[in-house]
């Protein structure tokens, strides 16, 4: 069975609906638009501001390899700024979904537990401060949050800081124990309580 909306299915359609403002997709294009912009600009800060020179993200490294890629003439490659952008745009719409949904799981479960929910406060007001802005130069003595949630016919609910986590995931890796006994394992190795 296909697509059941109507402006999949007709092409121009969309264009029609977006020029006589019909069920919000002028709206929509604005937004796509200006997102695309947005993508755009940081590609462009990334390649000109000496700031993002020594970031390693996913830009930065694309940019070198097709830098790489550009000089060596023999090899055809498809490293273009067009492909980074479409890039750019897929990974940050798929990692906002996986937040968008991780977030409201998360918040389902805070509901449940006040302990947890204070906890959460308390870091979130240690690394975000009075100004209400994160630092990125301070990440290292940020203890970021880890939750992990199973359902195996009983809820386990897990709150750990991430660096104990890395510490307890190279510790049991090698173990031959399955993940929620490794969390289980985790969290009461380093002092917290499920």
């Known amino acids: 069975m296909g697509p059941s909306n109507a402006v999949s299915l007709v092409p121009g359609l969309r264009k029609v609906f977006e020029f006589f403002k019909i ?3 002028d709206r929509a294009a604005h937004v796509i638009k200006s997102f695309c912009s947005f993508v755009k600009e940081e590609i462009s800060r990334h390649k000109t501001s000496p700031e993002f020179q020594d970031v390693h993200d996913f830009i ?3 940019l070198e390899k097709q830098s790489k ?3 060596s003439e023999k090899i055809k490659h498809y490293f273009s700024e067009r492909n980074l ?3 750019v745009n897929i990974l940050f719409l798929a990692a906002s ?14 509901s449940k537990h006040r302990d947890i929910q204070q906890k959460v406060y308390t870091e979130l007001m240690e690394v975000l401060g009075k100004d209400g802005i994160a630092r990125y130069k301070k990440r290292e003595s940020q203890n970021t949050l880890y939750f992990r949630c199973h359902d195996g016919g009983s809820e386990i609910f897990e709150y750990s800081s991430f660096k104990h986590h890395q510490e307890c995931k ?3 890796s090698n173990q031959r124990i399955d993940d929620s006994q490794r969390s289980r394992n985790c969290s009461q190795s380093v002092g917290f309580a499920q």
């Open 85 to 87: 952008e479409g890039n």
């Open 23 to 25: 069920a919000g997709y």
């Open 69 to 71: 890629m550009t000089t």
């Open 60 to 62: 930065n490294s694309y």
């Open 170 to 172: 190279s510790r049991f």
């Open 97 to 110: 979904d996986t937040i968008f949904s991780s977030l409201g799981w998360l918040l389902r479960l805070m």
